[in-house]
T-cell receptor, first 113, second 112 residues
Framework: SQTIHQWPATLVQPVGSPLSLECTVE??????LYWYRQAAGRGLQLLFY??????ISSEVPQNLSASRPQDRQFILSSKKLLLSDSGFYLC????????????FGSGTRLTVV | RKEVEQDPGPFNVPEGATVAFNCTYS??????FFWYRQDCRKEPKLLMS???SGNEDGRFTAQLNRASQYISLLIRDSKLSDSATYLC?????????????FGRGTSLIVHP
């Protein structure tokens, strides 16, 4: 069965520090992968998506970047965090071609202090 | 105009009530439609896909109206455990990939 792993679950980082969040998918190949952010009391904002290794599309220009070094690995990074980067970061995947929906990881709650 | 709009609520209903949510979308070329449920401080989870022919899963019924560009979710015989935020999702094929856009969610509170 397919599973998606995301870590860490919570993170408290000072302003100006770097960030690296990792997401991996198991039990499938060539998934479409997505990074979302949900600010407190807000909706889900699509940050990046990837249809294959090394292919990254950015939806919102900002202080973050994403990379996909392997087929089932998706990484969200920042060189210098801002207070406004605080939020709930969610990774999701959708198998290419399926009529099904999107499956989310359990998320990382980031607080920038 | 937002791409996907939902009434944020909250909808406050007693157990056993029937409640309906609507979600409107702006892009007529939208391809796929879903309803998700999100509990407080948790990730969203797929509730059901939505089709023009309508689909039902137990107490939940979802419907797509392409002409009017909205999707709906009907919950019958509400349970306390149905309390959550319900998100609609609309996807659009762009550059060979389906791009999902989430509504901000509708909050449901079911009380005894």
């Amino acid at each position: 069965s397919q599973t998606i792993h995301q870590w860490p679950a919570t993170l408290v980082q000072p302003v100006g520090s770097p960030l690296s969040l990792e997401c991996t998918v198991e039990g499938t190949s060539n998934p479409n992968l997505y990074w979302y952010r949900q600010a407190a009391g807000r909706g889900l904002q699509l940050l990046f998506y990837s249809v294959g290794i090394g292919q990254i599309s950015s939806e919102v220009p900002q202080n973050l970047s994403a990379s996909r070094p392997q087929d089932r690995q998706f990484i969200l990074s920042s060189k210098k965090l801002l207070l406004s980067d605080s939020g709930f970061y969610l990774c999701a995947w959708r198998y290419l071609g399926t009529g099904g929906g999107y499956t989310f990881g359990s998320g990382t709650r980031l607080t920038v202090v | 105009r937002k791409e996907v709009e939902q009434d944020p609520g909250p909808f406050n209903v007693p157990e056993g009530a029937t409640v309906a949510f609507n979600c409107t979308y702006s892009n007529s070329a939208s391809q796929s439609f879903f309803w998700y449920r999100q509990d407080c401080r948790k990730e969203p989870k797929l509730l059901m896909s939505v089709y023009s022919s309508g689909n039902e899963d137990g107490r939940f019924t979802a419907q797509l109206n392409r002409a009017s560009q909205y999707i709906s979710l009907l919950i019958r015989d509400s349970k306390l455990s149905d309390s959550a935020t319900y998100l609609c999702v609309v996807t659009l094929l762009s550059g060979g990939s389906y791009i999902p856009t989430f509504g901000r969610g509708t909050s449901l509170i079911v009380h005894p």
